[in-house]
Structures are given as C-alpha cells and as structure tokens.
C-alpha cells in the first residue's frame, strides 16, 4: 500500500540548473506534505513543507508546488548546489503519522 | 542540546538474540517516533509516543517488538528472537507540540544487522 510514490530513483543535474522531483500520493486526507533530505550515514534532515489548503511555499532555493487535482507535488531547487546532491524523501502526514515514499537520489555535476 | 541521540550506531546480533535500541530526544519535544528503513526504501513507521503515552502502533510491529518511554524523556525499542528480516536502519525522531508541518527531527540511526 503505497501512499506516498517517488517514481523516479534518481535524478542527475548540471550545478546552477535546475533540479525537479516528483512525488505522487494517493490519500486526499493528508494535512501537509514534507520533503526531507538525507545524507549517507545520517538521518534525513526536514528541509520545506506545504500544507494541503495550499498550492506553492517557497524558502529560499527550494519551492515546493502541491496539485491537490492531480495529487501530485513537486520540490524545485534553483540553482542546484553540488551540496545539494543527496536522497530526497517527499513524506505526507496522515494523524502523526507520516508516511514516507523511496526517495530520489539527486546527482548535481559540477 | 545536541539533537536526537541514538545508541548504539551499530549492532550485529545472531539470529534469535534480543536487542535493545535507545534514543534521547529532543528535551523540549513531547513527541517520540520510530521508524524501520530498509535499503532502497524510505522509512516506514513503527510507532509514535505523546510524552510517556504510546498512541499509535503499526501492524509492522509484531509481538516480538516493544517500544517503551519511561517518563515521557528517552525511549527504547526492543526486538525479541531477532530474524534476518530485521537487518535494517532503526530511526528515532521527536517533534515539538507544534504543527505537523514543521517536520520531524531524526537522529542518525542504528544500523541493524542479523547474521
């Protein structure tokens, strides 16, 4: 039962471009959607979130766009950083619960 | 404070012996969970405390796990006769009482291998 779907297993972009990644859910229940980011050998780290009754939030380099129609959101990071290269999770919560899909791992080449 | 703890890093164990995970939050946070990560996966939950209240549980943990938080402060997860198919990461975060959106904070993990 896979709530939360990261389609894409990775991701390569050039430094100062910009990196798109996707993630698609099929529960409309969810109050927020958050994506984190892991490095290797540490936990994931929250970077932005959206909640449901909104359509874009933006911090910075990374803006977070929600398409409750088509139950779809995307994290756009512009311009991409080679620090930026990491596993991306798109997570939604559900109570206090929240369910996380596989990940995409972003490559940015310098 | 210097985030979430957890101990130990790393265990291997043989098959059929019990471990015990601890992990220190936060201080100020009232909010503990754990969550399972496998290779290639993202994370998936276990269960979830409000202070010392466990108040949800996964049907992914099975009778041979336990997870406790004396005094709504550290927290242990308990794996009982462990089986190959526990050989995971265990992660623990905690969150203050604020919106869920402000996102979890994670400790590093302990990385668990059943041989």
């Known amino acids: 039962d896979q709530q939360v779907k990261q389609n894409s297993p990775s991701l390569s972009v050039q430094e100062g471009r910009i990196s798109i990644l996707n993630c698609d859910y099929t529960n409309s229940m969810f109050d927020y959607f958050l994506w984190y980011k892991k490095y290797p050998a540490e936990g994931p780290t929250f970077l932005i979130s959206?909640?449901?009754?909104?359509d874009k939030n933006e911090d910075g380099r990374f803006t977070v766009f929600l398409n409750k129609s088509a139950k779809h959101l995307s994290l756009h990071i512009v311009p991409s950083q080679p620090g930026d290269s990491a596993v991306y999770f798109c997570?939604?919560?559900?109570?206090?619960?929240?369910?996380f899909g596989a990940g995409t791992r972003l490559f940015v080449k310098a | 404070d210097t985030g979430v703890s957890q101990d130990p890093r790393h265990k291997i164990t043989k098959r059929g012996q019990n471990v015990t995970f601890r992990c220190d939050p936060i201080?100020?946070?009232?909010?503990l969970y754990w969550y399972r990560q496998t290779l290639g996966q993202g994370p998936e939950f276990l269960t979830y405390f409000q202070n010392e209240a466990q108040l949800e549980k996964s049907r992914l943990l099975s009778d041979r796990f336990s997870a406790e938080r004396p005094k709504g402060s550290f927290s242990t997860l308990e794996i009982q006769r462990t089986e190959q198919g526990d050989s995971a990461m265990y992660l623990c975060a905690s969150s203050p009482p604020t919106e869920l959106g402000d996102g979890y904070t994670f400790g590093s993990g302990t990385r668990l291998t059943v041989v």
């Open positions: 959206i909640s449901s009754i909104k």
């Open positions: 201080s100020e946070h009232n909010r």
């Open positions: 997570a939604a919560n559900g109570g206090f619960k929240t369910i």
